[in-house]
């Protein structure tokens, strides 16, 4: 492990995040209280088959996979994205420190929708073993395609902005959606009382958004994948829950004393402290994302280290949550809205990459049949389909928080056990890498 011990941080401009605690992001209301009727549209809204909240990975991917759909591809989308557009041009000697680990699911979705090939591929960093081991007993397990069989990726590490902007090139290949942003959602209600005149639409249960721009928006269905705090999930008076895990993440971008890997079969690294894990993952080159996540007292003291060593941390609430249902009349939620996980996994950016293909499957699907996209009967099959999968991983990410997060006594012994018996059966290490990496 020497050898990857980081010497050097390549950035110094970390941003603070700061997220709000679980209890202020549920939304108390699980009436539809929110949803009241909206009487006072002075001006006709603009009718959508589709309005997605939110232009991360999550909503981005969702788009265009509708629009690159022959079935979908007429469908008329908005999408509504709070933060400017930023052109992203990265320096060669620079990442950023937002890294997220692909699985190869996630990467073959990408593909299938035509963005992995608008990736820059020379800030990309596939690894193929995974070493884990307990910073308590020294247990250890490495993860690693055996000779003769030649390695396969495990994950594939980039930068977040790499991910959104192959989306945008492959969306303006498409035929557009409508874009409105910057534009944040100011209010979300249902459409006024159906008309007595007969030949004019009911759009009584559809969602009405106005946007702090000024338009309002009529949408036949609503996707939520605006994050961690997401305004519709409110709106949809759908509850989440989960309990904050009182940890605070520093993710820096490092420079490794050396390469000891070749650029093909590199490793990812974690580590569980006591304290919480810490993770070394590969980017191009020497260098690595650190994500170490661990109490606050001590993050503050990261932070405070020499500039050198580390010239910055990002203070992030690091939580588990999960909303009660994906789905309601009209709206549906994937990504950060539906369910937040602990960064450990690192398969938060993945849970939506798989939200987004399913969701857009069934309207695919809705479409093709001639039903409502938006009608919860639709809806309820997304549901089906992710709720179950989403909530398995977030459990398991979530046990294995708390086993780690022990740092004397007799679950370490036991930890460190299962650890070495895991190491040394191939078929269940096959089974862990096959779950590590989506397939
Ligand atoms: C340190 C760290 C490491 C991680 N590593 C990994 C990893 O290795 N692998 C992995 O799979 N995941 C990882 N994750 C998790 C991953 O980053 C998130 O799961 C993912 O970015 C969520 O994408 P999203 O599109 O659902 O939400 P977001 O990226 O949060 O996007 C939501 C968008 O909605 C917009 N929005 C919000 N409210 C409004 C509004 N009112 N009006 C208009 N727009 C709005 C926001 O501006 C934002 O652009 C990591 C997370 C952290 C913190």
Redesign the pocket.
Known sequence: MSLLRPTTCLRCDLRL?SLPSISSRRSPQRTPRRRTYATLHNTSPEIFDVVC???????LSLVTALKASPATARLKIAL????PAQEWTPEPSRYEN?????TPRSVGFLGDIGAWEHVDKSRIQPYTRMDVWDGVSDAHISFSDPPPTSPSTIATMLE?ANITTALHRRLSTLSPPTLFQP???ASISLGPPPSPDPTSLDLSSWPHLTLNTGPTLAARLLVG???????VRTFAGIESRGWDYGAH?V?ATLQLADTPDPPETRTAYQRFLPTGPIAL?PLPGNRATL?WSTKPELAKRLKRMSGEDLVAA?N?A?RLSVADSYVGERIAL????AH??H?LA???????QIDAQALAKIIEDAVLHGEDIGALMTLERYNAERYAANNAMLGVVDKLHKLYNVGSGPIVGLRSLGLSVVDKVGPLKRFLMKQAAGV
Not at 334 to 337: C, F, L, Q, R, V
């Open positions: 995040l909240v939110g232009g991360g990975p999550a909503g509504v994205e709070g933060q937002r890294c997220v680990s692909l977040n534009a944040k959602v994948a605006d994050g961690a705090n997401s305004p993440g993710v993952l994500v990002v992030a690091f994937m990504g950060d809205a937040v996980t960064p690192g398969q938060g950016l993945n849970q939506g």
